[in-house]
Nanobody, 126 residues
Framework: QVQLVESGGGLVQAGGSLRLSCAASGRSFSSSVMGWFRQAPGKERDFVAAINLNRGPTGYADSVKGRFTISRDTAKNTVYLQMSSLKPEDTAVYYC???????????????????WGQGTQVTVSS
């Protein structure tokens, strides 16, 4: 059983910053890629960022490039999403995701991810 536990969401003013964390646990955890998606009310769950836990390559959605940074602590099976220059349109539930076991590919769609966290709310006020 693989568990992903997110933390760090909250309410912030436009232009502010937040850092999300996601810790993976479970004996069967063998994903090499972890990432973040977000879902605003009435919208699809969209890719935000992902990182290869072993090699370090990253991928970002165009909408967050230059503002968000994903990083990892491989010893802790934890990934972080540092969000800066936040905008009201960044408001969403943010979900942590872990890729298919032993795959090193960074996917930009939901189908590339095997495990999901419960989500954490991020609200950016104008």
């Amino acid at each position: 059983q693989v568990q992903l536990v997110e933390s760090g969401g909250g309410l912030v003013q436009a232009g502010g910053s937040l850092r999300l964390s996601c810790a993976a646990s479970g004996r069967s955890f063998s994903s090499s890629v972890m990432g973040w998606f977000r879902q605003a009310p009435g919208k699809e769950r969209d890719f935000v960022a992902a990182i290869n836990l072993n090699r370090g390559p990253t991928g970002y959605a165009d909408s967050v490039k230059g503002r968000f940074t994903i990083s990892r602590d491989t010893a802790k099976n934890t990934v972080y999403l540092q969000m800066s220059s936040l905008k009201p349109e960044d408001t969403a539930v943010y979900y942590c995701a872990a890729g298919k076991p032993y795959s090193n590919t960074i996917y930009y769609t939901r189908g590339g991810y095997e495990y999901w966290g419960q989500g954490t709310q991020v609200t950016v006020s104008s």
